[in-house]
């Protein structure tokens, strides 16, 4: 029996035989190793990666020397954005530790991160990214314009972050004629994204709302993180109301800030875009009175231009009618003009008429001695018949 | 939910009826019953700016996909 074997204690004993079960032996194996190591840093590549359905995720981490199998178990599993890809450099966080049933040295990892900074955090990201690419939904023409005026305001954040004491703050300083409506959702840990859809939907039918904000304080990136979710994306990307994205500080992008009709740098700065001052609408009422009231001043003079526009008219027909009637009345004249016997008379003939006014047409009707008047082209004079006419 | 109009809603409707009013030729008692719903939504939409504290409430889900809020004091 070799010296260090007595590193075990009594169990060198567990059979008559003096032999080790295996068991026995693993076992030893085991303790020894977890109480050899403490938690430690890992790097190294992963390979031969394989997530189980139970949640639970077994790969190979090596190097160009060695390799070792590690697990890393659900509840740690799920807190990663996304599956290492084949090949990925990661550091992790572990304890070593010997599983029995395979006599397999291994270790169980709490944490991975890629050793590039963010590296699973990036990986996740660019696939939903792609995805929502792919479907179009990162089209700036899918953005809409917010509305001027909004007095109906859905906030989808955690009643007890800051994000809302901000929003809250804001719009009651600059508009309070509006309503805050708050969609409460958990922004962070397991429940976030599933709860963050459902309150997006839920504000989504409020009757009545103008725009939406959805969004949280600053916080870590794990804390972010149910803002690059796809399912939260793509739910605000399908939202009928015009959203806000507000996520963190002004660095932090989240994938919703890609999708939404516009992206604020910080909830509060959402609350800045989406209210107007209060003396912008004041404004607005103002110049529309005033449009009222000269659209009415305007109508009247328009009306009363109108009926002068009708009197003018009406003269004007008037006189149209005097005058056409008066020249009717010269024409008139002048045709009874022309007809006139007296017309003769200004080519120089004249006519003779007795006292009776009877026309002495014949030499008969002279008599000798007798006076009649002889009508000329200008006037009348009297005669006296020298030498009666007979035939 | 109230379904009151809001404020945007009483704006559109107060630039339609000055439009309305600046445009069209209208028979002055339809000019008159538009001026006299302008004046009345201005009424309206001031008495909207005059609020001074913000209204903030909590939505809650209700039975049956209903939606009901409930007050909440940040």
């Not at chain 1, 190294?44 to 790969?59: D, L, P, T």
């Not at chain 1, 792609?130 to 989808?156: C, H, K, Q, S, T």
């Not at chain 1, 996520?247 to 959402?270: F, K, M, N, Q, Y």
């Not at chain 2, 719903?37 to 209204?55: F, I, P, S, Y």
């Amino acid at each position: 029996m070799s010296p260090e074997l007595d590193l075990f204690g009594p169990s060198s004993t567990d059979t008559s035989s003096g032999a080790l079960t295996v068991s026995a032996v693993t076992g030893r194996a085991k303790q020894l190793v977890e109480a050899g190591f403490r938690v430690l840093w890992v790097k190294g590549e992963v390979a031969s990666f394989k997530a189980y359905r139970s949640g639970h995720w077994y790969f190979t981490l090596r190097d160009e020397l060695a390799q070792v199998r590690c697990v890393m178990w659900r509840d740690n599993a799920r807190r990663l954005p996304a599956q290492p890809v084949e090949g990925i450099q990661v550091f992790v966080e572990c304890r070593p530790t010997l599983w029995e049933e395979r006599g397999e040295f291994r270790l169980t990892v709490r944490r991975m991160i890629a050793t590039e900074a963010d590296g699973l955090w990036e990986l996740q990201l660019q696939r939903a990214r792609d995805a929502l690419e792919r479907d179009g939904l990162l089209d700036p023409a899918r953005r809409r314009n917010l509305p001027r005026f909004p007095m109906r305001i859905a906030v989808v954040t955690s009643t007890d972050g800051a994000a809302l004491r901000d929003i809250a703050s804001v719009l009651g300083r600059r508009w309070p004629a509006a309503e805050l409506l708050v969609v409460p959702a958990q922004v962070q840990g397991d429940k976030a994204e599933q709860q963050l859809c459902s309150a997006l939907e839920l504000a989504d039918r409020i009757p009545g709302v103008d725009v939406i904000i959805v969004g949280r304080g600053g916080g870590s990136r794990e804390d972010l993180w149910a803002f690059n979710a796809e399912a939260v994306a793509r739910t605000v990307a399908d939202m009928r109301t015009p959203t806000v994205s507000a996520v963190g500080h002004e660095t932090d992008i989240a994938l919703t800030d890609l999708v939404a009709d516009l992206r604020a740098p910080t909830p509060s700065a959402a609350a800045e875009t989406v209210a107007p001052s209060r003396k912008d609408a004041l404004h607005a009422v103002d110049h529309l009175a005033r449009r009222l009231a000269h659209s009415l001043a305007n109508r009247t003079i328009v009306g009363r231009e109108r009926l002068e526009r009708t009197g003018d008219r009406l003269l004007a027909a008037v006189q149209g009618q005097i005058e056409r009637r008066e020249r009717r009345l010269g024409e008139l004249a002048g045709r009874l003009h022309a007809l006139s016997p007296l017309r003769v008379l200004q080519r120089g003939y004249a006519v003779a008429r007795n006292d009776q006014g009877q026309v002495l047409k014949t030499v008969r009707q002279f008599a000798t001695g007798q006076r009649f008047r002889l009508t000329v082209q200008d006037g009348d004079i009297t005669a006296v018949t020298e030498r009666g006419g007979s035939t | 939910m109230s379904e009151q109009p809001t404020f945007r809603e009483e704006l559109e409707r107060l630039e339609a009826i000055v439009r309305a009013l600046e445009d069209t030729d209208l028979d002055l008692d339809q000019a008159i019953g538009l001026f006299e719903e302008g004046v009345g939504r201005l009424k309206t939409a001031r008495k909207m700016l005059e609020a001074t504290d913000l209204t903030v409430k909590k939505v809650i889900r209700g039975a049956r996909g209903s939606i009901r809020t409930d007050d909440l004091e940040l």
